[in-house]
Nanobody
Framework: QVQLVESGGGLVPVGGSLRLSCVAT????????MAWFRQSSGKARELVAS???????EYVNSVKGRFTISRDNAKKMILLQMNDLRTEDTAHYYC??????????WGQGTQVTVSS
């Protein structure tokens, strides 16, 4: 059974930092591409950052230079370090694993709220 459990969200002021964690179980983590998505009220879910099994990373332009995705295969975990947070980063953040056919499985998510 696939499980993706996120933690680390919260309320922070503009310019602050948070680190999101996701623990993954139920699938071969080491060979699976992983990602963080986010969805804010009234908007579509968007891919924020991804990391392949080989460690290649990609980011949406709006977070480049501020967010860092990483993975720890021994702990079956991915992280998202978020620095210099902006009000527009406020969203529900979801951990995701890549599946066949370019689809994704998501966790329940964790809320990030950036206050001005």
């Amino acid at each position: 059974q696939v499980q993706l459990v996120e933690s680390g969200g919260g309320l922070v002021p503009v310019g602050g930092s948070l680190r999101l964690s996701c623990v993954a179980t139920g699938f071969p983590f080491r060979i699976t591409s992983m990602a963080w998505f986010r969805q804010s009220s009234g908007k579509a879910r968007e891919l924020v950052a991804s990391i392949t099994s080989g460690g290649n990373v990609e980011y949406v332009n709006s977070v480049k230079g501020r967010f860092t995705i990483s993975r720890d295969n021994a702990k079956k975990m991915i992280l998202l370090q978020m620095n210099d947070l902006r009000t527009e980063d406020t969203a529900h953040y979801y951990c995701a694993r890549a599946t066949a056919g370019s689809a994704w499985d998501w966790g329940q998510g964790t809320q990030v709220t950036v206050s001005s």
